[in-house]
């Protein structure tokens, strides 16, 4: 697309987005500072089919995953409620540990996770996990981005293009791939801006014994939560990165797709292959950090960073050889991430600066909001000095080779924001002027139950299958009137799929 195209057409910067959806990855730990003993709570529906309320590799790791909505606002909205529907559900030893990389893990911490998983169908994917990559990676957290493109928007640039010979769904394809090489490309400017592991608390076999910390981000290092180099697989083309991934499956270097740990994701009804005949729905941008200074682990700017990222890849072209700048950008990226995040890096800035001459650019074409330019600005001072970044504010914390306290310090305080003496009455503080007491108290149960659900102002939708109902009383006054009323309309407090005959999903 060029930016006449988009003038003709009318478009705005809002036109191009369908629906964000977050994933976060976060550890329960004890006061103490090691992993959870206490069980995965058991008040939460059944881990086989709760659409937003999950563990992982272990026990201690919750994962809490947003319904895909039509705006950040909305998204991050959703992710304050999951971490509030969580942290209320903490014992009194409990806290969330907002940091990617975990906490020091003792003999006993390794033992409990090798022989604790409430997740018998993924025993067997677990079992392997656990003896090629080990305790202490699969442990390390993260964010999840999912970002769809507006799918009407696409077939109207399909039907202008006037391509020969092609289908929407290869167009779709093309573009959506287009944007995940991109997003590939630059990954170092994530990685520099919101890099926020400068430090491991374990020395596993990943991590060289030569290495200086603080660094910016050793999560997205090749030291982190990444493929082993001999199972790294790029971004030459949709085809190649499929193919490969399939090769490496049939060779039994892959357990299965899941396995690809690359920055982006191209995600699909379906299994991987069904791409070539479904489309790409969304892509999954895994690069992400915990913030730890965020009550719930991330920030707009960031989101809105990469929204801007992905704009500028609609109007750029891709590299000619996409295999060498791939590489070249990758070893870029190690750099910044291992880098003292004190520390300026020339290559770095140079190619920063380069970069935000286009993004500069395509915010006055595209007619953007200030902000856009705003944030630019604040990310650019970073480039200046880099001891504004979020990296070296969290390096900061370091005390005695440790970010231990700190992160018990700010676990503590996140707690207290979601779950403290003044959110004891409001189960969502936050959401008082959009949602009456009667309302959060439904919204609470339906997520604790399994429901999926949305809101708007002063109303609460909650799914089952293809039932919805909608309540917008101001009656219900405690936990078990809300689950009196969604036990009346949908005749469960137990919405396993299973039961329903189609589960789809609120949009």
Same mark, same amino acid.
Not at 154 to 170: C, I, M
Not at 252 to 269: A, C, D, L, Q
Not at 340 to 368: N, V
């Given at each position: ?358 993004? $500069? ?7 953007? *909001?200030?902000? !856009? ?5 604040? +990310? @650019?001072? #970073? /480039? ?33 924001? $979601? ?7 409001? *189960?969502?503080? !936050? ?5 009456? +007491? @009667?309302? #959060? /108290? ?66």
């Amino acid at each position: 697309m060029d930016y006449e195209l988009w003038q003709e057409l009318g478009l705005t910067f809002a036109d191009l987005w369908q629906a964000t959806g977050i994933e976060v990855e976060e550890h329960r730990v004890q006061k103490s500072g090691c992993l959870s003993r206490h069980e995965y709570p058991n008040i939460f529906g059944s881990r086989n089919f709760h659409p937003m309320l999950q563990s992982d590799f272990g026990e201690s790791q919750m994962e809490l995953v947003t319904l895909p909505q039509p705006n950040l606002t909305a998204a991050m909205s959703f992710l304050d409620v999951l971490q509030a529907v969580v942290q209320r559900q903490l014992n009194a030893d409990e806290v969330i540990w907002p940091l990617s990389l975990p906490p020091h893990l003792s003999d006993d911490d390794k033992q409990f996770v090798t022989t604790h998983f409430g997740r018998p169908k993924y025993q067997q994917y677990r079992d392997y996990l656990l003896k090629n990559y080990g305790i202490e990676q699969e442990l390390i957290t993260g964010i999840h981005v999912n970002i769809s493109l507006n799918e009407v928007l696409l077939e109207k640039l399909f039907k202008q293009a006037k391509l020969p010979n092609s289908h929407f769904v290869s167009y779709k394809n093309h573009t959506y791939f287009h944007v995940a090489q991109f997003l590939s490309l630059h990954r170092y400017l994530l990685t520099y801006f919101f890099g926020a592991s400068p430090i491991s608390e374990n020395q596993y076999w990943r991590i060289p014994e030569h290495i200086h910390y603080p660094v910016r981000s050793l999560r997205s290092s090749t030291y982190g939560f990444e493929n082993t180099a001999d199972k790294r697989i790029g971004y030459i083309s949709l085809h190649d990165q499929i193919n490969a991934i399939e090769h490496q499956i049939a060779k039994r270097r892959y357990f299965s797709e899941h396995e690809f740990y690359g920055p982006v994701r191209v995600k699909s009804k379906g299994n991987f292959r069904a791409v070539f005949k479904n489309g790409i729905d969304y892509l999954e941008l895994r690069m992400f950090d915990l913030n730890p200074f965020e009550p719930n682990h991330l920030s707009l700017d960031a989101l809105n960073f990469v929204r801007l990222l992905i704009a500028q890849s609609l109007f750029t072209a891709a590299p000619k050889d996409m295999n060498q700048a791939y590489a070249a950008a990758m070893a870029l990226n190690e750099k910044v991430a291992l880098t003292d995040p004190s520390k300026k890096i020339p290559q770095f800035i140079a190619w920063a600066q380069r970069d935000f001459k286009l993004l $500069y650019q395509t915010c006055e074409r595209l007619g953007l *909001p200030d902000y !856009f330019k705003h944030l630019l600005d604040r +990310l @650019s001072k #970073q /480039l200046d000095d880099p001891q504004d970044t979020l990296g070296y504010q969290v390096a900061a914390q370091i005390q005695n080779n440790s970010l231990e306290n700190f992160g018990l310090t700010q676990g503590q305080k996140f707690k207290m924001y $979601y779950a403290g003496a003044n959110a004891k009455t409001w *189960p969502f503080l !936050f959401l008082k002027d959009t949602l009456n +007491l @009667s309302q #959060q /108290l439904v919204l609470q149960q339906a997520i604790i139950h399994g429901f999926k659900v949305n809101w708007q102002v002063h109303r609460v939708m909650v799914q089952f299958g293809k039932e919805f109902h909608l309540y917008d009383g101001d009656w219900i006054r405690t936990p078990q009137a809300a689950d009196q009323w969604l036990q009346t309309k949908f005749r469960t407090l137990r919405p396993d799929p299973d039961q329903a005959r189609t589960f789809g999903g609120i949009k």
